[in-house]
């Protein structure tokens, strides 16, 4: 089978630092892609790891390790803004499979 | 450049009844994806469609549906609506092959069942 692990929930105080992680289980592995999906929005593209280590984008950045089915989105700086859901998702045979997503609180 | 359009975005329909979901996907991407969203779930596969084919199907029954036409345009159909049904289908569209990872997605079509 397939699944994926990630908290449900998560808060943190603006600008402060969060991490949200990920464990997977699954067969046919080709990367992990993080989204963020706003309350009545469309989920959004974030970061994609294929390779083992850190990759970063602004505030945001992405860490994947393979032998260890692992990985987490890493937000720094925290603003009002990225109070959303963040969900991890392995990028399988012709698919994307989702985990069931990490609701991110930001407190002022 | 237009982004991925979904139609109708909110639809009611009781029991028994079918539905048939619209996507446009980005012009240029021949791949086009399907999930349903419940509240407090992720995205769940429902299928995957590229060049009129379909690639993949995620866990859903025989009454959950699509097709591809040649204009990389989608539909998804659900049969014989049951009240679980009630979700928000996401199509996503994407560049074939380039294995980034990344689906642009849709709005949605928010689908109520009575």
């Known amino acids: 089978g397939q699944s994926l692990e990630q908290p449900s929930e998560v808060t943190a105080v603006e600008g402060a630092i969060v991490q949200i992680n990920c464990t997977y289980q699954t067969s046919g592995f080709y990367g992990l892609s993080w989204y963020q999906q706003h309350d009545g929005g469309a989920p959004t593209f974030l970061s994609y790891?294929?390779?083992?280590g850190l990759e970063e984008t602004g505030r945001f950045s992405s860490f994947l390790s393979r032998s260890d089915s692992y990985g987490y989105l890493l937000l720094q700086e925290l603003q009002m803004k990225d109070s959303a859901s963040y969900f991890c998702?392995?990028?399988?045979?012709?698919?994307?499979?989702f985990g069931s997503g990490t609701r991110l609180l930001v407190r002022p | 450049k237009a982004g991925v359009t979904q139609t109708p975005r909110y639809l009611i329909k009781t029991r028994g009844q079918q539905v048939t979901l619209s996507c446009s996907p980005i012009?240029?991407?021949?791949?086009v994806s399907w999930y349903q969203q419940t509240p407090g779930q992720g995205l769940q596969f429902l299928f995957e469609y590229f060049s009129e084919t379909q690639r993949n199907k995620g866990n859903f029954p025989g009454r959950f549906s699509g097709r591809q036409f040649s204009n990389s345009r989608s539909e998804m159909n659900v049969s014989t609506l049951e009240l679980g049904d009630s979700a928000l289908y996401l199509c996503?569209?994407?560049?074939?092959?380039?294995?980034?990872?990344?689906?642009?997605f849709g709005e949605g079509s928010r689908l109520t069942v009575l």
């Open positions: 012009s240029g991407h021949r791949s």
């Open positions: 998702a392995v990028d399988s045979s012709y698919k994307l499979i």
């Open positions: 996503a569209s994407s560049v074939p092959d380039e294995n980034t990872g990344e689906l642009f």
């Open positions: 790891n294929a390779l083992d």
